[in-house]
Every structure is written in structure tokens, then in C-alpha cells.
């Protein structure tokens, strides 16, 4: 387990990410509110220039009815007043246009009024917006980070729930403090338009100056703008607290977290108390021991994990969710293409239709013309290539061009002259159509290398036929290609949780087929690469635990082998006394023809007995 210092420095981050989002939202508000204030005192100004005597307008000249110009004149504001407040998110500012712009009489004070509240509407229509979008982002952002976090750091993780727009609208309408933000900002908007009024009154029943009088709006104008800044910083405090948490639980291992008040620069008394304290996660209380405590508080919370309990264990252990590797140096952009915009990754489909079409494709054919069979496969498959039947080297091939970013796959051929019998012929075509499969997918052979990329697509193309084989209904043992690929990986994918329960080449193939056939289909080996390197295999170290089997089964195990390469069969011999040396030199310093044989009858018996984790 990482220790507390890496989870809190981690969580730290996450959290930091969303108060600067918040901050630089706040540098934009104060412009709105100096913007807007700026407006209110230049109608103050223009409305002191026409109707002030000797510096002042009493209540009496203010409440005077508009001209007939200046009424024209108005209702062409209001016109531009009306277009301006279209799309804010409440329709009353609109409405309460309306009805100004259909009525005979205003007087010059309902006019000033009426341009002093358009400023304030625009500004809450404005903060309604963007709060909205400042508050949904800081929600989405934790709550993955916080997972792709915890995945990370434990080496492990499952499948979550997805933030989809019902859930952030649901997030968004939650009451916190009796309340939520945007009834918050409504209500500040109310608050401001009464304020702005009445100081408006007072300064005309006490004959102030334009100058004063502009000063004393702007003065509450600051007011709003505090509490403006203040909902901010709260409300983003409220949702990285609430998606840490939704994180926490989507990770299925965190039980427990810890109060960390590092980033609370304000840290109160009550904050710096609670700084490094446990919590049971369903203990939590928001503003009593979970933040935020207090208006701005930058508090956060860090995951805690009990030294005894193994994370990995935990989640490999869960049956509901599929479980899979993360590497440590996964970066979140990665990590996020992979599990958040390819919704249900690593579901297996539970009744994979595929195979089941395949099935009865298979069933109904009469086992003669593998091209006809092929052909059907394919075209079930989704994919327009026909198999070629002619003389090639191998028993089988795919002619693959990775130069784009996805792959295209331009040739599913099979050997014309395959003396092996019917169950190794359908293993190559399952072996080829994996290949095939690739095409169209996005692959990283740039990334990885072509030699590397193929070694995956093959160790998993030799695992998914011999899934494949047996879902036709075929149940000989078929000795598989590919013997120094599966060897080497097939052990160490073993200690990754997504394979943790395969057991034969088939078991493995099953993985292999929700890799390439599922909704989510890949050709990206990167990932698996990385893992697969981190573990370290020894052959002879490995071949131990099979080395009595091999010795007492040779033979069998010799034939076996040869079914799948009949051409071989005159060397039996040959690799009968090789078979002797390697077991005397307990499968020690193997080389060339030894090393080769041991291999092949090493995966027989991993295949037989069960593949064990290096
Ligand atoms: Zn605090
Ligand atoms: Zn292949």
C-alpha cells in the first residue's frame, strides 16, 4: 500500500485543480460587477444631467411621466433590454420587460429603475450559467480524478457509474446548508434589485448628489459581489467534497477517509482541529466533520486505508464488477479513454452473441469448403474481407497495414494445403479472424512497435481460438501455436486481476474475446504490455512445477505437439532424446531445438494442470 503521504499529496492535487477553477471564476465575477457598476452609475449620471435642479432630483421630479419622446426613446431600450435578457435562465426578468413596454405611462424613476435592474438581471443570469458550468465541471473532474486516483495508487480497478447529465443535474440540485446555489443566486438578485431601490428612494427624498448617489449603489453593488465571490468558493468546496465522496464509494475501497486542512490557507480553529482525524466514510456529516466547515474553507479529505488490507485483493475479489490493471504511470487522459468515454469498459456480454451466431453458423455447415464457413464468419463478424484459400508458409495470415491510426486489415488468408485435421483447421481460421477483427479499430503500433504489437495480437488471437474452438462445440485437446508467446506471457497476465481465474489457453481466450469483439473493442496492447513487463518470468525457474508432469507424460505430450506441425513427425526421435536432455539438465540453459520443444510441452502441461503465476 502507497503511503499516507502519496494519498494525501495526490488528493491535495485533485482538489487544488478545482479551488483554481474556482479562483479564476471569481477574477471574472469581480469584472462582471465592475462592469455592471459601471453602467448603473453612467444611468445615474445621464438621469442627473436631464432632470436635476441645482444638482439634485427631488422624489416629485423623479416620479414626473416620461415624454412622449422620451417614451419612444425607452421602449427602444427595453426593445434592446428584452434581446440582451433572452436567454437567461429565468423568464421573469422578460416577462417584467414586457409589461413595462406595453403600458402608456412611465415615469422617469420606474425608467431608471428599470435600466439599474437590467444590469443586476444580466449579472445573475450570468452567474446562473456559469456557476452552473464552474460547479458541473468541478463535480465531473473530482469525481473521476479522485477514481482514476485510488485506481492508480492501488494498482487496481473496477467498473463505476458513469457521470451522465441526469446524475450531474440531480448532483447540482442538491441543498446544501438548507439551500442550493442557484435558489442562492436568485435570492441574492432579489435582495440586490429591493436594496438598489430603496437606496435609490432615499437618495432622492435626501436630494444627493448624482455623484453620492452612484457611490452608494456601487458600495452595494461590492456588497453582492462579496457574497458572490463567497457562494463560489463555498459551493465548490460543497461539490469537490460531495464527488470525492461519490469517488470514494465508486472505488468500492475506501471505507474510510481522513480531514486534511492543509489547503485551507484561512484554516480556522476548527479546521486546524480536525486536520489528520479518521472517519468511517458513512460517518460523514458535511460541516460537522467533513468539508466544508465554513464559509471558503479549502479543506479536503484524503482516502485512508488500514495497513492490513490489500486493495488489490479487495477489488479482485468483487464479483459484480470487472476488474482490471492500472499501471502506476497511466496518465489520467489515458486512463480516462479508456474507462470513462468507452462506457462499460471490460463488461463481457453475458450472452456473446457472437459466438452464439458463429455456433449455429458452424453447426449448419457441412464441414467441407473452410472458405464457405469462413466467409459467413466474417461477414458475421461485421467485416467485408472473403478468406483466400491458397499456398502460403503458414497455416494462416492477415496482411495488416498499421500506417494509419487505425488499422486496416487488407487480406484473412489460410493455407490451401493444411494436412492437420478438422478442430487445428477452425482453431487457425478463429486465429485469423481475431487478426481481422482488428481492422478499423484504433491501434498503437506506433506507439508500441509492430514486433511488440504483434506478439500481443497473437498471444491473444492463439488464446481466443482455442475459446473459440470449444464454443463450437469442439472438445479435442488442440496443441497451440505460438508456444514461446503464451509461455512467456500467459503466467504473468495470470497475475493480473481480469485473468486471475483463467486456468486454461481457452480461459484466457475468453479475456481475449471481450477484448476484440466486445462493444469495446481494442488493439491497443500498450496497457497490457506495460503490465505484463513489470512482472518478471523465468523459464527454467517456471518449467519446474510442470517438469514431472513433462517427464512422466513425454511422449504423449511429444505427439501432442506433432499434431499441430505433422510435417515434424520424422524428428520424433529426435525430440525424444532432446526431451531427455532438457529434463536432465532440469530445464536449465535451453537453447534452440531444446528450448523450442520444452516450450511447446511446457504449455501443454500449463494448459492441462493449470496455468500458475510466475
Ligand atoms: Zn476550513
Ligand atoms: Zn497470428
Known sequence: MKPAEYWRRRSEEVADRQFAKADAYQKELAREYARATEEIRRSIEVFYQRYAINGEV?????????SGSELRQFKMTLEEFTEKARNNADGRWTKQLNEVYYRVRVSRYEALLTEIQQQVELLAGSRQRRTRKLLGDVYEDTYYRTIYEIQRGTGFGATFAKVDQETLEKVLGTQFAGSNWSKRIWGDRDKLVTELRTRLAQAFIRGESAERTARELAERMGVSLSNAERLVQTETAFFVGEATFAGYKASGVVDQYEFLATLDSRTTEICREMDGKVFALSEREVGVNYPPLHARCRSTVVPYFDDEIDVGERIARDENGQTYYVPGDMTYSEWRNRYVETPNYGIMESNNSVIQRAKSIYESWDKKDRKEFADKILAESGLHLKAQLHDIPAYGQCRLDPSGTTMVVNTFELNSNDRRTHAYQIKTLFHELFHAKSHGLSHDVHQIGFRDWAYFDDVFAEAFSHYAVKEMGIFTEIAPSYARHLVETLPRLKTLPEFKNANSIADFGKVAFNYRFS???????????KAVDQVSFDFAKYSQAYLKYID?????????????????SIYKSVMMSDLRVAIESNAQGLAGRQRFLMENLLLLAMDRLGVKAP
Do not use: F
Not at 58 to 66: F, G, N, T, Y
Not at 552 to 568: A, H, R, S, T, V
Open 58 to 66: 427631488s422624489m416629485a421630479e423623479a416620479r414626473r411621466q416620461l
Open 519 to 529: 462493444e469495446n473493442a481494442t488493439a491497443v496492447w500498450g496497457d497490457l504490455k
Open 552 to 568: 512422466e507424460n513425454g511422449e504423449e505430450l511429444i505427439d501432442k505437439m506433432l499434431e499441430n506441425m505433422p510435417e515434424q
